[in-house]
């Protein structure tokens, strides 16, 4: 096995970390200037360039060659997130072996560090963004038992803090934690200390007013991660280190052929077998059968993968009862496996999976996307033209404006429209921050300003818009 890794990106660096002899080394490794931490685990281009920086230092510093990546991510990372990481992971033949939460890595390190044997709760506070989880210690592993606060927060009053679900913040309320451990950014602890304690203290439903609340440092961390490459690489010292997370802090529905039905809780540990009941699959009257995975995340079905299964694969399932089993790795890679109850036909699909199933494109979905994308460089030379023009009575000029809203209104008529930009709320989904300044006049995480227009086809992002963000 290749030597196993940890990476840790915050704070415009990645914590790197691995394993010599029974030593945890750590060290951090500055990104290039133009990445930013929202867009590393987010964009394909700067996914690459993250690790290429990372791989080069290493096998220029250290004696270690060939990596299997142990990655550290927000708790907000459900599993519409890990996929694409695993996605362009493999675009990129960067082996990624295994994901963990931030709250997870600092778990870890409390029990095998500090030597806490109790129930704790953890957390990882990043600007606006907090994880808060709960483990139990007890016996002597590290056991996720739930995720309470995965996302955005608030600085001002935890009362008004979004949980996780309707019952996260009750369940909280009644922990039996002894402690509450933090790590982040120096002025986003602080924030979150006064906000937690605040809460604590006034809360009439939070049972526990004797709880420790406290600051760790941010060591924590990547030492905790070194531990579990320890264990993942198989080294015979981190062989007593045991840890269990849950899939996902969201639920999760599938889909054949277009029935829907649940198949994974938000408390779901991985490795887990969902089997589900017996169903029959209709035969399609086109060349194949349609299977989605959705994610319930903030009480929306988000669509993690579609696939278009041939036809001849499930040849012998169609119109009988079968079982449905559904399966997650420790790696919380995903598949289904479709068996006839009265033979031994079993179909094994990946849904999130290192090698990913061949399935039916819409081919005239990826021939229009394929188009559009060679096209977009032309539409953007016409809009440079016209912004940055001096004299706007020029004929040459009128010839290219009127090219230029020509452009747009074809796009248009084909459903591909600009990604809305200056003046709005940033969106990851939507924007890659480039910079950030300080802007008293706009809200804080606002776009100031558009240096490269995006654009979406129909529900999709073509292009991320690239964006100067106020107050981020």
Not at 241 to 269: A, H, N, R
Request: glycine share 6%.
């Amino acid at each position: 096995m290749n030597k196993v890794i940890g990476v840790h990106f915050w704070e415009e660096k990645a914590e790197v970390c691995w394993c010599a002899g029974e030593n945890i080394v750590t060290g951090t490794i500055e990104m290039p200037s133009d990445l930013k931490n929202t867009s590393i685990l987010r964009v394909d281009t700067s996914f690459k360039r993250a690790f290429d920086t990372i791989f080069d230092f290493l096998k220029s510093n250290t004696d270690l060659d060939g990596f299997d990546v142990v990655l550290a991510v927000p708790d907000f990372y459900g599993i519409t997130e890990i996929s694409a990481i695993y996605q362009m992971a493999l675009d990129f033949n960067i082996s990624i072996v295994r994901v963990i939460t931030e709250t997870m890595a600092l778990a870890v390190d409390m029990l095998c560090e500090y030597g806490i044997s109790e129930r704790i709760i953890t957390g990882f506070v990043n600007g606006r963004n907090l994880g808060l989880a709960e483990f139990d210690l007890s016996r002597g592993s590290v056991v996720k038992t739930d995720t309470y606060v995965a996302g955005i927060w608030n600085t001002s009053s935890f009362f008004k803090t979004n949980f996780c679900h309707s019952y996260s913040e009750r369940m909280m309320d009644r922990t039996e934690a002894v402690g509450i451990y933090y790590a982040g950014s120096m002025n986003d602890c602080l924030q979150f200390d006064q906000t937690i304690k605040t809460y604590v203290k006034r809360s009439e439903d939070f049972i526990n007013k004797e709880i420790e609340i406290k600051m760790m440092d941010n060591s924590l961390v990547i030492e905790g991660l070194g531990f579990i490459c320890g264990k993942v690489e198989g080294l015979s010292q981190f062989r007593g280190i045991y840890f269990s997370d849950l899939l996902s802090p969201f639920g999760f529905t599938i889909s054949v052929g277009g029935e829907m039905y649940p198949v994974f809780d938000e408390g779901t540990k991985v490795p887990a077998d969902v089997e589900t009941e017996l169903r029959r699959i209709v035969e399609p009257k086109v060349s194949y059968t349609e299977i989605s995975l959705y994610e319930n995340k903030n009480s929306k079905y988000e669509n993690i993968k579609n696939i278009r299964v041939p036809r001849t694969k499930l040849d012998g399932l169609y119109n009988k009862l079968i079982q449905v089993m559904v399966r997650a790795g420790e790696d919380k890679k995903i598949e289904i496996v479709f068996k006839d109850i009265g033979s031994d036909c079993e179909v094994v699909i990946p849904m999130i999976s290192e090698v990913g199933w061949v399935d039916i494109p819409d081919e005239h979905i990826e021939s229009v996307e394929g188009i559009i994308r060679k096209l977009l460089p032309i539409v953007d030379s016409l809009e440079y033209a016209v912004k940055f023009s001096k004299d706007e009575e020029n004929p040459y000029y009128q010839g290219i404006l009127q090219s230029y809203n020509k452009a747009l209104d074809i796009l248009a008529e084909n459903d591909i429209k600009p990604i809305p930009g200056e003046g709005t709320p940033f969106d990851y989904n939507l924007h890659n921050a480039v910079a950030q300044v300080a802007d008293d006049e706009l809200p804080e995480n606002t776009v100031k300003q558009v240096m490269q227009t995006g654009y979406m086809y129909k529900d999709k992002v073509l292009r991320p818009a690239a964006v100067i963000v106020a107050n981020c």
